[in-house]
């Protein structure tokens, strides 16, 4: 049986499996180049990060969702792996298409270079100049297929040789070794091409490696934004937040009263972390005002600086979810940044735009009113932002979801209308306008640690901005509600603990927690999902006692 293999020769379908290492080899040029490229003359022309940008974009709500309740805030490395993945298939496709019907692998390569062209072109704020590293990558990646492919295809040819003459017709006499006429004396012998594509793989592999790898991180290096940030002294607030006693309840497993800045969530379509300098950075103020301005961010400092203890919530926080944290922020109100540009009648929204390009839609009345610390915030417990949650300036509003307001590395806020303008997740299945759900959250006992039976305590935390918690109930099983113990609040714009004595019993149980807020609203039980404006429910807890 024929199955395209000769003694030790090697199956032709072999071949596929090189051919699709030179595709995979090819599109590492393709992308080192690029990054290469992209560090000399466009830092936002990097096709991995424009391309898993726009994944970011279309990628359908409920898939967002999945991503950020399975992965937290490791769903962008998972993202930029899967894409790894997807490139290394395509890649291996076009090395095999390149050998068994070319051009069709070079057209391939020329296909990714058009997208990510596309891709980087489309983000709000690209440079002129930004097409041109996914241009010059996808014309050096596809040059290098060609050279490979050739090499591999000589390499097959020279190997399929012998058998190409039937044994049949071989002549009686052998043929004159220094007969030029003969074909084994005209045709290399297949080890000169098999190492001629190994050379080549290997030399353009190690400099694909080098060569991206250090590209990519030149490019995204925060260092020195890192030292200038640990640098910075912001000016003494005019205004403390001060801790009443009793604020902070001495329980284990119940959240801090205020979050640590390294265990405060983050959650945001940013692939890396923009680095802004303060020394360069600027806000402007315009849309429906009587004036443009333009701040510094030293005009912005020296407005005069306050502490504001506020808690933040993601909309994509679950019933009894972590996707929040309490924090003590400093920085200047919005309504004086505001003032100073005359909002014109009419206006109803700013819409707060980020260096990359991300927006969000907040009322405008959220920001102007004189009882909501609004605040463009500059520091965050006790020292400058830190730059993956806003460096060097961000807005924090009590009582609105962060979608609609809590916008990082802010640059712009236009003055504008609901009816005029709709910010990035307007479109994408979430409300224009999402006030924060009165809830609240069991920290302790958790389902996965067993509770041994006798004297227990139930405890966590519950929020009400801007109104205030005025009381939390708890339920076992489905026996009468309890009135939990209330830790001493710092402000209506701030979570607060809380907790109750249980006596447990062996057996599984379930705990059911509710609230109360200052304006006698109770906590509503019926069950709602993130989208359009944040779920809702009674967190029920199902324990182990031992």
């Known amino acids: 049986m024929n199955d395209g293999s000769s003694g030790s020769r090697p199956p032709r379908r072999r071949f596929w499996w090189w051919a699709a290492i030179a595709g995979i080899v090819s599109a590492g040029a393709f992308l080192a180049v690029a990054e290469l490229i992209a560090l000399a003359v466009a830092r936002d022309g990097s096709p991995i990060l424009a391309v898993g940008s726009f994944v970011i974009d279309i990628v359908p709500q409920p898939f967002k969702e999945f991503a950020i309740a399975t992965f937290g805030e490791n769903d962008k490395p998972v993202l930029l792996a899967s894409l790894g993945l997807a490139v290394v298939i395509a890649a291996a496709l076009a090395g095999v298409l390149q050998l068994l019907r070319p051009p069709l ?10 997208l990510s062209v596309a891709a980087i072109v489309t983000r709000a704020g690209a440079t002129p100049l930004a097409f041109v590293p996914p241009v010059v990558g996808s014309v050096v990646g596809s040059i290098l297929l060609v050279v490979l492919v050739r090499r591999l295809r000589a390499w097959r040819e020279a190997v399929a040789a012998p058998a190409a003459a039937p044994a049949a017709s071989a002549p009686s006499t052998p043929a004159d070794p220094a007969d030029p006429a003969d074909p084994a004396q005209r045709r290399p012998a297949p080890g000169v091409d ?3 594509f190994f050379r ?38 005019r205004s403390t937040v001060v801790i009443p006693a009793g604020a902070e309840l ?10 640590p800045n ?21 806000l402007t103020i315009d849309g429906m005002v009587d004036r443009r301005i333009e701040l510094s ?64 839609s907040t009322p405008l009345e959220s920001l102007t009113d004189d009882g909501l610390d609004a605040i463009l915030a ?26 609609v307001s809590a916008t990082k590395w802010l640059t712009e806020l236009k003055v504008t209308r609901f009816d005029a303008d709709e910010a990035y997740w307007t479109p994408r299945g979430y409300s224009a306008k999402a006030p924060i759900k009165l809830s609240s959250r069991i920290d302790t006992p958790r389902i996965v640690t067993a509770v041994t039976a006798g004297p227990t305590t139930i405890a966590g935390v519950a929020w009400a901005q801007p109104v205030g918690i005025e009381q939390v109930e708890v339920r076992v099983d489905d026996g009468a509600w309890q009135q939990a113990t209330l830790a001493t ?37 019926e069950l709602a999902p993130i989208a359009p404006d944040g779920s809702s429910g009674w967190q029920r807890l199902l324990i182990r006692v031992s």
Not at 105 to 114: C, E, F, S
Not at 274 to 282: F, G, K, L, N
Not at 380 to 398: A, C, D, I, K, Q
């Open 105 to 114: 692998g070079v057209i391939t390569m020329g296909i990714a270079g058009a």
């Open 194 to 196: 098999r190492r001629a």
């Open 200 to 237: 080549i793989a290997a030399i353009s592999a190690a400099s694909a490696l080098v060569v991206g790898v250090g590209a990519r991180i030149a490019t995204a290096t925060t260092s020195s934004i890192a030292a200038i940030r640990r640098a910075l002294k912001l000016p003494a607030p």
């Open 250 to 259: 001495d329980i284990p497993g119940i959240s801090p009263l205020v979050t």
């Open 262 to 282: 390294a265990d405060f969530y983050r959650v945001d379509t940013a692939l890396v972390v923009p680095s802004v300098d303060p020394a360069a950075w600027r």
């Open 297 to 360: 961010f030293d005009d912005l400092v020296n407005m005069g600086l306050d502490e504001y203890a506020v808690t933040l919530t993601c909309v994509s926080n679950e019933v009894g979810g972590e996707l929040l944290g309490n924090a003590i922020w400093l920085g200047v109100p919005v309504r004086e940044v505001l003032r100073l540009a005359s909002p014109t009648s009419g206006a109803d929204m700013v819409l707060s735009r980020s260096v990359d390009g991300f927006t969000a």
């Open 378 to 403: 500059v520091g965050m417990n006790g020292e400058p932002l830190p730059l993956e949650h806003g460096f060097p300036v961000r807005m924090v509003v009590p009582g609105l979801y962060g979608y």
């Open 489 to 525: 609040p710092i402000s209506g714009n701030t979570w607060v603990q809380w907790f109750l004595e249980w006596q447990a019993t062996a057996g599984t149980h379930y705990l059911t927690v509710r609230a109360t807020d200052k304006d006698g609203t109770l906590q509503t039980e």
